[in-house]
């Protein structure tokens, strides 16, 4: 082997500091991005944000203002200084403020939730009108501690006995409580309100519920004759119900709509219903026959350089005061540039998606065209790994509902005309067949297939099976309704 040295050209991507924060700004969901820029305001002076009742001010009306008279000053005098003010230019004081910001749709509202009570609390509430000891009401309290979410009983009543004696061991009361006192306060709890709180299984708090309706209700005998033989039910084996009961079938529809009216589970009505909304990135709306796509304004950060410390820079200056702030004004418009591509990136290529899914916009899922990230790639001119990045946590607000931009690519299945068919189209068309039968004769998989075989859809039985899983559809047998 010979060394010799030559020369080489060649092309290489450089990722440059400013490439890095422009890749990291475009995969970040606008809650992320919003903790970037306050990190950012954080440890840069030279970038400040605009408030939107403030005037907007450049920082060439502001240089006006402040050094008109020093200037005219300076150049009428004898000798011109070594360092004259920086001229301004439009990087100075970019802003980036989206013509849809003053849409009245989007003006402020006030937050006027209401705090709920928890299901303990309301059930202490009612525990503190009854005429209970001291004892009792300790007891109570320790049955109300071991309630789950849905209202149960997580503690067994043996747990909550040695609870209570440990309780009174610490208060110093000798005070002997039996098994027996238990469970007639648990008794007590269960018929407050709600009904059946307290329970330690689902038939329980069935039974309960069931022994404080009126001995006039035709069915609600039959209904506790058929909690006794709940395995059955449970099962869905009908003819065995009917032949230990003994009840004919219009008795025995009538007992299990009776049951079925009830409240499985009564502590869900208390649970925290307040949800974590989802601000959407883009909006769509249709105006004139068209879809017009345009950014959320209120997620879109309202930048600017601050034109005070813009102004203390000078040219010839190589202190290290005028260093830092020539440093932090590159470093700030690089960020807003950054911002800003992000966003025309995002609504480029959410554009592009609305274009491609017009017929989801019309008719729903069932009008969902089978789309990949490529196809979106090429069309706006960028990389694969740039659209993903971009459709990553992002959300698209349409009139039918808010949907992450991942949700619009899928992949195909190909159709009996050569075509193909998106697969949350035929998970749509699935559903709407599956909702339209016959429950006493529910739709196989193999019958689903052939269905959308006549619909053009060429689709295997055991591709229709996935698909119905993926919807959590039980098969055919577990969604048979005799009666």
Partial sequence: MKLALGLKVSNSLSLTPQLQQAIRLLQLSSLELEQEVQLQLDSNPLLEKVDDDSPMQSLEDLNQENSASDLTRELNADHLPNDLPVDT???????????????????????????????????LEQVNLLNFSQTDLLIAYCIVDGLDEKGFLDESVEEIHHAVLTLLAQMDIEEDVEIDEIL?????????????????????????????????????????????????LIANDLNKLLKQTGFKLEQLKAAIQLLKSLQPYPGLMFENKESEYQVPDVVVAKKNDSWHVHLNPDILPKLRI???????????????DNQYLRNQMLDAKNFIKSVDERHKTLLKVATCIVQHQRDFLELGAEGMKPLVLRDVAEEVELHESTVSRVTTNKYLLTPRGLFELKYFFSSHVGTTS???????????????????????????DNSLAKLLNEDGIDVARRTVAKYRESLHIPASSDRKVLI
């Avoid at 802003?95 to 609390?121: A, C, G, W």
């Avoid at 309100?193 to 519920?209: H, K, M």
């Avoid at 601050?306 to 290290?320: F, L, T, V, W």
């Avoid at 068919?421 to 006493?440: Q, Y």
Wanted: contains cysteine; charged residues 25%; aromatic residues 6%.
């Fill in 306 to 320: 601050n034109p005070y410390y813009a102004n203390m820079i000078r040219r010839a200056d190589q202190s290290a």
């Fill in 89 to 123: 230019d439009w990087d100075d004081v970019y802003t980036h403020q989206s013509s849809s910001m003053e849409l009245p749709e989007y003006e402020e509202r006030e937050d006027n939730r209401s705090i709920q009570n928890t299901l303990k609390d309301h059930i």
């Fill in 418 to 444: 050569g075509g193909e068919a998106s697969s949350t189209a035929i998970r749509a068309k699935i559903k709407k067949l599956i909702a339209e039968e016959n429950p006493r004769k529910p739709l196989s």
């Fill in 184 to 232: 007639v306060v648990l008794k007590h709890i269960q018929r407050l309100e709600p009904i059946g709180v307290g329970s330690r299984n689902l038939v329980e708090c069935l039974y309960v519920q069931l022994q404080v309706l009126p001995n006039t209700l035709s069915c609600r005998n039959d209904a506790l004759l058929l909690l006794q033989h709940y395995e059955l």
